[in-house]
């Protein structure tokens, strides 16, 4: 054994002796490896892994983990499949998109959600001014909330007239982003386009041209005029405002309250060839999320960790516009939002087969997956992908050492109740995927079926 291996093994068996001294027996975990590089993508999200190495949650489980940010997405993803990354910070759709082979084929599983919520959708200033003249109540000084897209749907017809649509930003094509900002624009009626097998972009029967910019670029690239719109994670809606460039119009939050963002993600073989290993990366990150939700005082030393140039790398007063319990709209209009930012509190670091199907749903919806499929199989690719099993056992192990409450490790099935808090009000239940997916007016399987879908099949 060299010298540093030698040393972190007394690490990890001091922080054994830690445990016991304070009344909390060790888990008795054989870690098959135990130094970790992971992946992450500059946004606020990442904040459960940075905090479980800057606050020792990773040293405490024997586990010494470098973190590197990523270029994109692709190259996220593509880095851990070829085992360049032990895991990554992830879409909640990539694991799934990767299994079910959108865009690539491997085999990859998450056994933690990362967030709740966190998104938000910004326009450009121009745009702004012209919905508020199509929408009068958008020129009150605080608009009521949630902003739907009714104002914006007259300038997308009138874009479309003159042969300019209009275009918006997404970070990834299976990530929450271009789901939340479709649902939102068809809510109103706007058709944001389908995948067919030959068109991957996306923009086939389309209102508006959908298209993948990477988050830091967001702000510059709605700068440029490239692009009209986006959807985003933190802290790049409230980088428009302190730019005086954009107006974040909408949360997810309001789109789908409490729903799912990103999740830890590992390759399945990782998992098989490293089980207590991966048990102890999820015993540290749910120690990690259960901190960050502690207290106020926790958040704002959070804010100022990951605005450390190695991580997010954006001003602290950005990153505590959103991180600290509010969220500001236009330049001004600041509002309570205690929960735009979840990473423990309403289970958020479960992962729930229900969420996966939501997702499942939406790459059916808008043609990623250009078959019908019968609800079975919904829920046999959510069971391969989400993995609470994983999770239980870390959770177990947390309660045992005093960490957690045995209360707050959810008691369920894996399927949340059925819930309608979605901005059109659809009732999503997650044990039946096809029933959903025939309540809306714009999309495949849909009641009023578009010249797209009927070209792929209802």
Request: hydrophobic share 40%; charged share 25%; with cysteine.
């Amino acid at each position: 054994m060299t010298s540093k291996r030698r040393i972190r093994a007394l690490a990890h068996v001091l922080a054994g002796i830690l445990l016991v001294a304070a009344g909390a027996p060790a888990a008795a975990l054989d870690l098959e490896k135990d130094e970790l590089k992971f992946g992450f993508i500059k946004l606020t999200d990442c904040a459960p892994l940075v905090i479980a190495k800057e606050k020792g949650f990773f040293e405490e489980e024997g586990l010494f983990v470098t973190l590197e940010a990523q270029a994109n997405w692709k190259i996220l993803l593509d880095r851990v499949i070829d085992g360049e990354l032990d895991g990554a910070h992830m879409l909640a759709g990539q694991p799934i998109g990767a299994t079910i082979g959108i865009g690539t084929k491997a085999d990859v599983i998450t056994p933690f959600s990362m967030d709740l919520n966190g998104n938000g959708i910004t326009v450009s200033n121009e745009i702004w001014a012209e919905m508020k003249k199509h929408d009068p109540a958008l020129q009150a000084p605080r608009p009521p909330h949630p902003i739907t897209a009714r104002g914006l749907k007259p300038i997308v017809e009138e874009h479309r007239e003159f042969g300019d649509p209009l275009r918006m930003g997404m970070v990834f094509p299976v990530s929450t982003h271009n789901y939340e900002l479709r649902y939102w624009l068809a809510a109103e009626g706007i058709r944001p386009g389908f995948y067919t097998p030959t068109d991957t972009t996306g923009q086939t029967d389309a209102d508006v041209l959908i298209s993948v910019t990477p988050p830091p670029q967001m702000p510059a690239t709605l700068e440029q005029g490239t692009i009209q719109g986006y959807c985003v994670g933190e802290p790049w809606n409230q980088q428009a405002v302190f730019k005086k460039i954009g107006v974040p119009v909408v949360t997810n939050y309001e789109i789908w309250k409490n729903n799912p963002e990103k999740v830890f993600g590992i390759t399945a073989a990782f998992a098989e060839e490293n089980p207590d290993t991966t048990v102890a990366i999820v015993k540290a990150l749910v120690r990690a999320g259960k901190w960050l939700d502690a207290s106020g005082a926790n958040r704002r030393e959070a804010v100022q960790i990951l605005s450390r140039s190695e991580y997010v790398g954006a001003d602290a007063d950005v990153i505590a516009n959103s991180m600290t319990g509010t969220f500001e709209f236009e330049r001004g209009d600041k509002r309570e939002m205690p929960d735009f930012n979840v990473f423990f509190r309403h289970n958020a670091t479960y992962p729930y087969y229900s969420d996966a199907v939501w997702f499942l749903t939406q790459m059916r919806r808008w043609g990623q997956i250009p078959e019908r499929k019968p609800d079975a199989w919904y829920h046999e690719t959510a069971k391969k992908v989400y993995r609470p099993d994983i999770y239980r056992k870390a959770a177990d192990l947390l309660v045992q050492e005093g960490h957690l409450a045995a209360s707050e490790v959810p008691d369920t099935d894996g399927y949340k109740p059925a819930t309608d808090e979605f901005i059109d009000g659809v009732t999503y239940d997650g044990r039946e995927p096809n029933e959903y997916l025939a309540r809306f007016a714009i999309g495949n399987q849909a009641t009023a079926v578009s010249a797209a879908s009927k070209t792929e099949g209802k």
